[in-house]
């Protein structure tokens, strides 16, 4: 199978710090990660997609200066946000793209995030 | 633009009874359907999708879903669930096979009684 692992899995933060959220793929290579967001009762949105060794590509109305990502290796991508405040208590996922004749998404387990 | 609609938010089936989970979408191009489960406490888990050719998809755990052009849908079935299915489910969408992000719909929440 296809692992990918997210650390933290929770987190509480007070308002105004930032908080790295890891992503790593355990068992495959991944140039391509996505990153995407999860309110209450809704669905997932795409925030983001990250591409090792270059630079994000963010979804309108995404800010791409508070929401940081970094794709430093083909395992691992990060995603920071940057002075959070409530509005930002979410969950997190991430999905690493396997490739080969089909390529396929593999998410992982999520992180909550909660601003105080 | 792309955009998933999954009408029924929950749906109570019981055991050994088929259950159909609706999924219609929308878009200006060519799409790639897929149906994603998430247990509880887990990450989604891919249970298919529809790339191309055969528009009846067969999955994992005894799940198919049939790819309807014309009716833009991508409706899920299961002739007999069992307990172990219950889960939220996640029909997406997207343009450029699994390369691309993906837009999801709201899930739908399958509840199977005993």
């Known amino acids: 199978g296809a692992v990918v692992s997210q650390h933290p899995s929770r987190v509480i933060c007070k308002s105004g710090t930032s908080v790295k959220i890891e992503c790593r793929s355990l068992?495959?290579?991944?140039?391509?990660m996505f990153w995407y967001r999860q309110f209450p009762k809704q669905s997932l949105m795409l925030m983001a997609t990250?591409?090792?060794?270059?630079?994000?590509?963010?979804e309108q109305g995404v800010e791409k200066d508070k929401f940081l990502i970094n794709h430093a290796s083909l395992t691992l991508s990060t995603l920071t946000v940057t002075s959070a405040h409530p509005e930002d208590s979410s969950f997190y996922i991430c999905?690493?793209?396997?490739?080969?004749?089909?390529?396929?998404?593999?998410f992982g387990p999520g992180t909550r995030l909660l601003v105080l | 633009a792309q955009s998933v609609t999954q009408l029924d938010s929950q749906v109570p089936v019981f055991e050994e009874a088929p259950v159909e989970l609706r999924c219609n979408y929308s878009?200006?191009?060519?799409?790639?359907l897929f149906w994603y489960v998430q247990y509880p406490n887990q990450g989604l888990q891919l249970l298919l999708k529809?790339?191309?050719?055969?528009?009846l998809v067969k999955g994992i755990n005894g799940f198919e879903a049939e790819f309807n052009k014309s009716q833009t849908s991508f409706h899920l079935r299961k002739p007999s669930v069992h307990i172990s299915d219950t889960a939220e489910y996640f029909c997406?969408?997207?343009?450029?096979?699994?390369?691309?992000?993906?837009?999801f719909g709201k899930g739908t929440h399958l509840i199977i009684q005993p």
């Open positions: 990250s591409n090792e060794g270059s630079k994000a590509t963010y």
């Open positions: 529809y790339l191309s050719g055969s528009t």
């Open positions: 997406a969408v997207s343009s450029g096979g699994g390369a691309d992000g993906l837009t």
């Open positions: 999905s690493a793209l396997r490739g080969g004749s089909q390529e396929t998404q593999y």
């Open positions: 068992d495959f290579q991944a140039t391509t």
């Open positions: 878009s200006s191009v060519s799409v790639y």
